[in-house]
């Protein structure tokens, strides 16, 4: 199959055609034979690699059905999930049980992460990405560990449990209770003990941190587009907490200039029963994996950042970080690809978002959506419909094979 019309490719927008053979981009080429023509632009698909799809255990705020479909419908065809299920994917077997249940479900590609623990060393040949909760959260106490599996991708919450108040009473006392010092802190303990990727990080300090640690690092929509002063009230209850108005701008600045390497979700879904409980008891967390991609688009759109910027911190450096061939239009990558046509803004509606808990806090916020969306050169989204149920498939993370390999290649 062939694709005509606009493409961001190299770093521009060009006029071209994009030759898809067995799911791969085989060539960009000015022009084509029977190229099917799309309205719009064509982008690379986003990685969100920081989802909580909740399954198994927590289905009824989330499952990989829904969750994979709502990431489809905003633009992200790789997803990599996130091991706070019940039971906890500690070992071996919980790992191959969770993929068999998910596998059939998953409506884009994704992988899974390990949560990191003593028992984790050796994990490693099974999937090499693990996440390492310092500090309790959301269905986690936080694991103490001294040896980390070699050559995998480590995503760490950086919360100590010693700097952590468990009660907050509304946003500003939660930010209080879980103060930016502590995430900092957390992240200096790991200087100098490996390579990490710090997720979601909240504050300044942090970054600099992650600067001096060599460490890459995340920023989420969130701690981007709300802060603790908004009227959210539960809805807006997440760890690490949402800081001030004036972190958040600091944290934009951040991600412009290139000291933040990536954007990732958090999807964390929790049904709306849970989030109407008193501000202490409510459950952490907040869904975005819908909206996260099209609210940056409309940003590009309005000049507050620019194509090349956002298509690197949503597509391309994200699929470099995990060494998978997705995230760019390039020949040899995988053909995942949306469709966007930057006049057509919409306005931000819980209704029509595919999430199980039926809420987003972004109500109101304009979006720009794919109109389509392809997976391997497989169209599942056409004209804003879902059109390819449960293509999906899991990607194994192998960053120790690929540096051998590039180290074979620079001996050739
Ligand atoms: C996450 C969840 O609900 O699973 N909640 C959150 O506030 N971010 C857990 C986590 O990553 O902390
Ligand atoms: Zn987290």
Request: net charge negative; hydrophobic share 35%; with cysteine.
């Amino acid at each position: 199959m062939n694709l005509e019309g606009k493409i961001y490719y190299h770093g521009e927008i060009v006029e071209g055609a994009i030759e898809i053979e067995d799911g791969k981009i085989r060539r960009v080429k000015k022009s084509l034979p029977f190229a099917f023509r799309v309205r719009g632009i064509i982008l690379p698909g986003a990685l969100d690699i920081h989802v909580h799809f909740r399954e198994p255990g927590f289905t009824h705020k989330e499952d990989f059905y829904t969750g994979s479909m709502s990431a489809a419908f905003g633009g992200v065809t790789f997803v990599m999930d996130m091991p706070n299920n019940s039971p906890k994917i500690l070992t071996a077997q919980d790992f191959v049980e969770k993929l068999r249940l998910v596998a059939p479900k998953a409506n884009v590609d994704f992988s899974l992460y390990f949560m990191l623990s003593p028992l984790s060393p050796g994990l490693e040949e099974i999937n090499g990405a693990f996440k390492y909760y310092m500090g309790e959260t959301t269905a986690v106490e936080g694991y103490v560990v001294e040896e980390y599996p070699k050559n995998s991708f480590i995503s760490v919450h950086a919360e100590l449990n010693e700097c952590i108040r468990k009660e907050s009473r509304d946003l500003r006392d939660h930010d209080k209770s879980r103060p930016e010092s502590c995430e900092a802190m957390a992240v200096r303990t790991l200087l100098g003990k490996g390579k990490f990727h710090i997720a979601h990080v909240s504050g300044v300090d942090t970054v600099d941190m992650c600067k001096i640690g060599g460490f890459t690092c995340e920023v989420t929509p969130h701690h981007l587009f709300l802060h603790r002063d908004m009227p959210l009230g539960t809805w807006g209850k997440v760890n690490p907490p949402l800081r001030a108005k004036w972190m958040s701008e600091k944290l934009w600045e951040e991600l412009l200039q290139g000291r933040i390497d990536i954007v990732a979700s958090d999807h964390a879904p929790h049904t709306m029963e849970e989030k109407e409980d008193e501000f202490n008891i409510a459950p952490a967390g907040i869904p975005e994996v819908e909206t996260y991609v099209p609210i940056f688009l409309y940003l590009v759109k309005q000049g507050k950042i620019s194509m090349a910027r956002a298509v690197e911190v949503l597509m391309e450096r994200p699929g470099e970080l995990l060494r998978v061939p997705k995230g760019k239009i390039e020949a040899g990558y995988d053909a995942d690809l949306i469709v966007v046509d930057f006049k057509e803004v919409r306005k931000i509606r819980s209704r029509d978002l595919h999430y199980k808990c039926g809420w987003t806090p972004y109500e109101n916020f304009y979006g720009v959506f794919p109109h389509r969306v392809y997976l391997r050169g497989e169209e599942i989204i056409e004209d804003y419909e879902f059109v390819g149920e449960r293509l999906g498939k899991f990607v194994k993370i192998s960053p120790a094979k690929q540096e051998e390999e590039e180290k074979e290649h620079m001996q050739d």
